[in-house]
């Protein structure tokens, strides 16, 4: 995936076809992530008892003084009433302005000069009010206030701990999901060619795996499922309006066309703002990782000055373009703030003159000023949640660019067994080309007996690794064919042909951990005896010795702490502790100490022992004793034969050798 491609992705906010790609992954937590839900729907049921229970509180209990009493003659054994100066009362909601056709009698609480009395409605009964008489009037609201603070204090306990329990579950459903896909990018990576991993700059992948995947967390956890909780207390909320009261709850709804105007131009001016600014940071990382690579040839040609000039330049366009960002993000929060203090504004005024006017009572206005505020929060955190959706449409996207390709290197659906690999070696009109047409090998052709070590040599760009890596089909050639022991390759199980080819290149690469790891690379097969047994039969154990762990010496990333020379040494025990029947060396003695050449010049005659060998020639001393050497130009063969028949034609092996003996000894009339 280029530059350009990552960044049209940036400016797609939602895309459903990944998001359907996207939920594959989150299928085998469907359980999980249903029990989020139903969990998430009980959650915003208890916050929307919360004004509910005050509203009752207010209107039933501490207001509830304020309602009609009626005197009953005939006290039932299962009614519950208030006794005051002999009268039996029982509260009733609402005023009544005439006397029950009963008979009953009829109260109202009246407050005049600091005193309450009790008259009845036709006013021929006055009773006045002791404090006693007081508490007793109330005594059933504190008992119900008591119940409902206690009913109150279970919601909110029971809201914590389902909230604790959900959000729990949310966060290892989709730490799982992004695991499950961390693991599938990673061994979709491990399946792709080498020719893959040459297109694709290492730091890029490294995004991928690690930013990219943590973007997809953000959004299964805090957008995905979280949605749901919008929707219930959206919905939840107007519906416990409209059964509170009609009216109030339309002019509640009165300001919703301006919030779907101002979050459609949000939507459009964020968008455009979130893709010009990670665009700019891409191509702030591209120029920043460029000049740390390169730091060396800045310094050496004093472009410091012109270097920072153009990062300053880089710099500040992001820096532009973030600002432009902040200031559509800076402004909808604000708007929908004012939109809300002005819904605010216009329930207070009507709910306020009902209040007034007796239509509405005062626990409704106080229930719909907290469900307005309820209403409000989830627009409120849609910035958040539209820049994590952003950002995780454009990760999936470059994610699943890279699931899409798919790998250079096929295997057939039934390989064929190889059994035991004798190691007959044989290149049959082989062309090969990295790209298009530009052929590396040219109609190349030629065979390996088993046992024997054939060599390869030639100029820079010959195609000496090419046939390399050929064999160990990390490419794969576009004619020709390649067997071995009469089978080609291409039939054969990957896995099967690495495990029997081993490989030792110039440069080593070297994995955290200890030095025993990195010679069995966690083979639980390969014991320590084996180790150290390999270790000394390479002259690898002499400096692995004085190593203050030994074998369990801890090892830098890349093996900073080694040598080449010694690296080498490892990199020679690690293919004979894994013993394969074809050995590949590709320049491995090329960049070495004197004295580290000398124990490899020992080591490898005992490496080459028993097994097919190619080897990949810098020093040409290395090779005198090959069965047969081929020498490259171009990509054909030009020569094959020994050490002194190729010397005896005097072709291009014997200049090669000459201008490396000239190197070596400062004279060329030695050669023989």
């Given at each position: 995936m280029d530059h350009f491609q990552e960044e049209q992705t940036l400016g797609k906010a939602y895309d459903g076809r990944l998001m359907r790609r996207l939920l594959k992954y989150a299928k085998p937590y469907w359980a999980l992530i249903?029990?989020?839900?139903?969990?998430?729907?009980?959650?915003?049921?208890?916050?929307?008892?919360?004004?509910?229970?005050?509203?009752?509180?207010?209107?039933?209990?501490?207001?509830?003084?304020?309602?009609?009493?009626?005197?009953?003659?005939?006290?039932?054994?299962?009614?519950?009433?208030?006794?005051?100066?002999?009268?039996?009362?029982?509260?009733?909601?609402?005023?009544?302005?005439?006397?029950?056709?009963?008979?009953?009698?009829?109260?109202?609480?009246?407050r005049k000069e600091g005193q309450q009395f009790l008259q009845s409605t036709e006013g021929d009964v006055v009773l006045t009010l002791s404090p006693e008489d007081i508490r007793e009037l109330r005594r059933v609201d504190r008992v119900a206030i008591l119940r409902l603070g206690v009913l109150l204090l279970i919601v909110v306990s029971v809201g914590f701990a389902l909230n604790y329990i959900q959000a729990y579950l949310l966060q290892f459903t989709?730490?799982?999901?992004?695991?499950?896909?961390?693991?599938?990018?990673?061994?979709?990576l491990e399946s792709m060619a080498l020719s893959f991993f040459d297109r694709n700059p290492v730091g890029r992948l490294v995004t991928r795996v690690t930013?990219?995947?943590?973007?997809?967390?953000?959004?299964?956890?805090?957008?995905?499922?979280?949605?749901?909780?919008?929707?219930?207390?959206?919905?939840?909320?107007?519906?416990?309006?409209?059964?509170?009261?009609?009216?109030?709850?339309?002019v509640s709804m009165a300001t919703l066309p301006l919030i779907v105007v101002i979050t459609a131009i949000f939507r459009i001016k964020a968008r455009a703002a979130y893709r010009e600014t990670r665009v700019r940071l891409a191509r702030i990382n591209a120029t920043f990782a460029e000049n740390i690579a390169g730091m060396r040839l800045v310094q050496i040609f004093r472009q410091e000055r012109r270097k920072f000039k153009e990062f300053d330049d880089v710099n500040r366009s992001h820096y532009r373009a973030s600002m432009q960002e902040l200031k559509v993000f800076?402004?909808?929060?604000?708007?929908?703030?004012?939109?809300?203090?002005?819904?605010?504004?216009?329930?207070?005024?009507?709910?306020?003159?009902?209040?007034?006017?007796?239509?509405?009572?005062?626990?409704?206005?106080?229930?719909?000023?907290?469900?307005?505020?309820?209403?409000?929060?989830?627009?409120?955190?849609?910035?958040?949640?539209?820049?994590?959706?952003?950002?995780?449409?454009?990760?999936?996207?470059?994610?699943?660019?890279?699931?899409?390709?798919?790998p250079a290197i096929k295997e057939i659906d039934n390989p064929k067994p190889m059994g035991e690999v004798k190691g007959h070696i044989e290149f049959r009109n082989v062309w090969f080309a990295y790209v298009g047409e530009d052929w590396v090998l040219r109609d190349v052709s030629f065979t390996v007996e088993p046992g024997e070590t054939v060599a390869f040599v030639g100029a820079t760009g010959a195609g000496k690794s090419t046939i390399m890596n050929l064999l160990s089909r990390f490419y794969d050639i576009q004619k020709g064919q390649i067997l071995i022991d009469g089978q080609d390759i291409k039939e054969l199980s990957l896995a099967e042909l690495r495990r029997n080819v081993g490989l030792v290149m110039q440069d080593v690469f070297m994995f955290s951990g200890t030095i025993g790891e990195n010679i069995r690379l966690n083979n639980p097969e390969i014991g320590m005896e084996r180790v150290e047994s390999v270790a000394r039969y390479v002259n690898a154990h002499h400096f692995i010795e004085a190593l203050p762990k030994q074998y369990e010496d801890p090892v830098?990333?890349?093996?900073?702490?080694?040598?080449?020379?010694?690296?080498?040494?490892?990199?020679?025990?690690?293919?004979?502790?894994?013993?394969?029947?074809?050995?590949?060396?590709?320049?491995?003695?090329?960049?070495?100490?004197?004295?580290?050449?000398?124990?490899?010049?020992?080591?490898?005659?005992?490496?080459?022992?028993?097994?097919?060998?190619?080897?990949?020639?810098?020093?040409?001393?290395?090779?005198?004793?090959?069965?047969?050497?081929?020498?490259?130009?171009?990509?054909?063969?030009?020569?094959?034969?020994?050490?002194?028949?190729?010397?005896?034609?005097?072709?291009?092996?014997?200049?090669?050798?000459?201008?490396?003996?000239?190197?070596?000894f400062g004279d060329a009339e030695g050669v023989s």
């Open positions: 249903t029990l989020c839900v139903v969990l998430l729907l009980v959650i915003a049921v208890t916050d929307l008892a919360r004004p509910y229970l005050v509203k009752v509180a207010i209107d039933d209990h501490i207001l509830g003084s304020d309602m009609s009493y009626v005197h009953i003659a005939e006290v039932m054994d299962d009614e519950e009433l208030i006794t005051i100066q002999g009268y039996s009362l029982r509260r009733e909601k609402g005023v009544v302005d005439e006397p029950d056709q009963s008979g009953r009698l009829r109260f109202e609480l009246v989709g730490q799982r999901i992004v695991f499950d896909i961390r693991q599938a990018v990673f061994k979709h930013n990219d995947t943590q973007n997809l967390h953000e959004m299964y956890t805090a957008v995905l499922v979280n949605l749901f909780k919008d929707i219930f207390m959206i919905l939840g909320i107007i519906v416990v309006m409209f059964r509170l009261d009609v009216r109030l709850a339309w800076a402004i909808f929060r604000p708007s929908i703030e004012l939109v809300y203090s002005l819904a605010v504004a216009i329930l207070i005024w009507v709910g306020g003159g009902q209040l007034l006017r007796g239509i509405v009572d005062f626990g409704v206005l106080y229930a719909f000023v907290n469900y307005l505020e309820l209403f409000f929060r989830p627009i409120n955190d849609l910035t958040e949640k539209y820049n994590i959706m952003q950002a995780s449409m454009a990760s999936a996207e470059r994610i699943f660019l890279i699931l899409d390709e798919p830098t990333e890349r093996g900073s702490t080694l040598s080449s020379g010694q690296r080498q040494l490892i990199a020679f025990a690690r293919a004979l502790a894994y013993d394969p029947a074809i050995l590949i060396l590709d320049e491995a003695t090329a960049s070495i100490d004197t004295e580290t050449e000398a124990l490899i010049q020992d080591a490898l005659p005992k490496l080459l022992t028993g097994r097919t060998s190619l080897v990949v020639a810098h020093r040409l001393s290395t090779i005198q004793d090959a069965d047969t050497i081929i020498v490259l130009h171009r990509g054909k063969i030009r020569e094959q034969g020994t050490h002194q028949e190729l010397l005896a034609q005097k072709g291009l092996y014997y200049n090669l050798f000459l201008l490396q003996y000239k190197d070596d």
